[in-house]
């Protein structure tokens, strides 16, 4: 008999989305709140592939809101032939699902109304400060960055520590090409990135002063590097919306979201583990590794499983979110010292 042995990224065929339910995907949507009819008389008509860019950018649902940005002629950008979304064994999750349902505190903590708050958020003029521990310290329109990095679509599996999961084409540029560019100095081991603070243009700042704002996060050095790591300026083939991370956010696909923080202003290279927003609120909740591995629950619910929005089907979370070929490796000398912390 033989026996096939499924490769770390692949999932049973009894997981596999029903038939059913991706061709009535439109009614699930809709029963979600969303509308969906402009996107889908683009593609009915075969008239999305012949729109300008700037067309094919405007709204094409109430949730989606796509400005004329300087760089749009850059999407979409070529796609990954690794990356891909066979790779991730699932359906690419909705556009209008993926923009309309998400997390932004800096915009209320209700992730189905985030999109509803950022009408005045504006993300142009944008730049962000890179510096720190590196020889070639620089401030980086955000427009100027776009265009000189090498932007690739990748689908990527996204997880929530909240166990909601979806499936989104990213498009970005590896973290890595931004590194070489700046150069680190030796004593740098880990990068602190921090988002944009705007009470004014950000309406859950002001309402949740309890939070020590502005939102902060950090990785070390080696996953910044790692093949994985995506610095992401856009989705779905577009420039990203604002509820998304507008103008340019983290993806780490192995780590639970809230790693992966939006709207980045100041990317500093230091020595020292840097604080977190989430680590400092609660501490025994959420550490700075955040690592996704279902044996770890959060000391409020399990992590076993997961459901797939937006028909909520549960199926089984897997070890670094079924990335592990590519990062395990980065924690094999850590799995003592830190222990469960390291999926936290």
């Not at 949730?63 to 950008?77: G, I, Q, T």
């Not at 929005?309 to 070929?325: D, S």
């Amino acid at each position: 008999m033989l026996i096939r042995k499924l490769r770390g990224w692949e999932i049973p065929e009894r997981e596999v989305t029903p038939e059913g339910a991706y061709l009535n995907r439109r009614e699930l949507v809709r029963s979600m709140g969303f509308t969906a009819a402009g996107i889908g008389s683009l593609l009915a008509t075969g008239s999305f592939a012949k729109a300008s860019a700037q067309q094919r950018i405007r709204g094409v649902d109430e949730a989606v809101n796509y400005p004329d940005w300087p760089a749009v002629d850059k999407y979409p950008a070529k796609k990954s032939t690794v990356f891909t979304e066979e790779l991730t064994g699932r359906e690419i999750t909705s556009e209008n699902v993926t923009l309309a349902y998400n997390n932004f505190y800096e915009f209320r903590t209700d992730k189905a109304n985030v999109w509803r708050n950022v009408e005045r958020f504006e993300t142009r003029p944008w730049e962000v400060e890179v510096g720190g521990l590196v020889n070639n310290p620089q401030t980086f329109d955000v427009d100027d960055l776009i265009r000189s990095m090498p932007l690739e679509e990748r689908v990527y599996r996204f997880r929530c520590v909240e166990a909601w999961a979806a499936t989104v084409p990213w498009t970005g540029f590896p973290f890595r090409a931004l590194i070489e560019r700046v150069q680190p100095q030796s004593g740098a081991k880990y990068i602190r990135m921090t988002t944009a603070l705007r009470p004014r243009q950000m309406v859950g700042v002001e309402e949740q002063p309890w939070y020590p704002w502005p939102y902060q996060e950090g990785l070390t050095i080696e996953e910044a590097m790692n093949d994985l790591c995506l610095l992401a300026t856009g989705v779905y083939g577009k420039p990203m919306p604002k509820q998304n991370g507008a103008p340019i956010r983290l993806i780490t696909p192995w780590k639970y979201g809230f790693k992966q923080l939006k709207s980045i202003i100041s990317i500093e290279f230091t020595e020292e583990q840097p604080k977190t927003l989430w680590s400092t609120v609660t501490p025994g909740e959420y550490g700075f590794w955040a690592n996704i591995n279902p044996e770890v629950a959060h000391p409020r619910w399990s992590q076993a499983t997961e459901r797939v929005i937006p028909n909520n089907q549960r199926v089984p979370t897997r070890l670094f979110n079924g990335y592990a070929e590519w990062v395990a490796d980065m924690y094999s000398d850590l799995e003592g010292e830190y222990g469960e912390w390291l999926y936290r």
